[in-house]
């Protein structure tokens, strides 16, 4: 990959690189989007929703959207544990971009089926 770094030389303070830190990888912006709800959601109901991710990366990637305060952890002292998951108003504020980028995939399918359909 060629370095364009004097094309954007500010780039590590960019806001597209800040947010890809954040909600960047395979599970995280799909952990956000399946709490877009507004309902609380338990690690389980996560994983379900899930079904290609590990415990362990379900796991990490919940810690690192919590340390970026996009999500709240509760934890309920019972037994069993209990741990819900809900969006800050952080979080929340992703929403209309994921929605934006959920609409623009829905579309690009579409294309590409029509395209198969057509040859």
Known sequence: MKNNSKAEPQ???????????????????????????????????????????????????????EIDNLIIRKVYHQVPPKV??????SGRELLPFFKHLDDWASSQMANEVSSLDNE
């Open 11 to 65: 780039c590590s303070r960019c806001g597209i690189e800040y947010a890809f830190k954040r909600i960047g990888g395979k599970y995280k912006a799909r952990i956000l989007w399946n709490l877009k709800t507004g309902d609380q959601l338990r690690f389980g109901e996560l994983l379900r929703t899930l079904p290609d991710v590990s415990t362990k990366m379900l796991t990490q990637a919940l810690r690192e959207l």
């Open 84 to 89: 819900e998951y809900t969006l800050t108003e």
